[in-house]
């Protein structure tokens, strides 16, 4: 059994710390200092005259904090499981603009986003968090209803293979990153909770799925091992 919404919320609680850093926050995560500032320079290309941020899984505010660098003084509304994380994220995100932060204590599959609210969407990972494919359907649906006309929006997560072994490579090179950063026993640490927690899906099921959902314009910034940073436009 995958845990349940109120496990991954106590996990979360419990790792605020962790997250509370820019450069080392996501560090079980490959190349995720660099997929930052990708989904940052890419948000500010192509809606360069956003005013409205939605950071859903927001964590400690990484992300946005990331992107007010590149787009100062946004409103930014910040969305996550765990309220001492969106504590954390409006400590942090408070000072860095002028605009109006939004903290909301929910998940994503529950929560009404409205239509033509935000100008960019940012969703690091979160998404594998996600069970049955109707599910990332609907999410995604709602990304794209959220946004306003030109928006666009940027994930950042673990992403599977639909080809067996390949996955079993994936998981071998990850593994073996694990091991460098730490020891083994950090590497079965990490993927205990990956197995108990997340339900990630291929890249391309992402991609086609944001084109289904009505993005017009869909690319990857990058990809390495079993990560990817990607996004769309709407137009």
């Given at each position: 059994?995958?845990?349940t919404?109120?496990e991954?919320?106590?996990r ?9 850093n ?27 005259h956003?005013?409205h ?12 904090l990331?992107?007010?660098e ?11 499981l ?66 306003r006309?030109g ?20 998981r ?35 991609l ?28």
């Open positions: 059994m995958k845990s919404v109120d991954i919320r106590q979360f609680d419990a790792d605020v710390e962790r997250f509370s820019l450069e080392t926050g996501q560090s079980a995560t490959v190349d995720a200092p660099l997929a930052m500032a990708l989904i940052a320079q890419a948000a500010a290309a192509t809606t360069p956003a005013r941020v939605l950071d859903v899984g927001c964590g400690a505010g990484n992300y946005t990331k992107l007010l590149r787009l100062p003084n946004l409103d930014a509304t910040l969305i996550d765990s309220q001492p994380m969106l504590e954390r994220a409006r400590e942090r995100v408070g000072p860095a603009t002028t605009g109006r932060v939004t903290t909301i204590q929910s998940d994503i599959r529950e929560i009404e986003l409205g239509e033509g609210e935000f100008d960019i969407v940012l969703a690091a990972a979160v998404l594998h968090h996600l069970r049955a494919d109707d599910e990332w359907r609907a999410v995604f649906a709602a990304f794209h209803r959220a946004l006309p928006g666009s929006v940027w994930v950042f997560d673990l992403v599977e293979s639909s080809i067996a072994a390949i996955q079993q490579l994936m071998q090179r990850y593994g073996d990153y694990l091991t460098r950063f730490k020891d083994e026993a950090y590497r079965d640490h990490v993927f205990a909770y990956i197995d108990k927690e997340d339900t990630p899906r291929p890249l391309l099921f992402q086609d799925l944001l084109r289904q959902v009505g993005f017009a314009g869909v690319d990857v910034l990058h990809k390495s091992v079993c990560f990817a940073a990607f996004g769309a436009v709407k137009l």
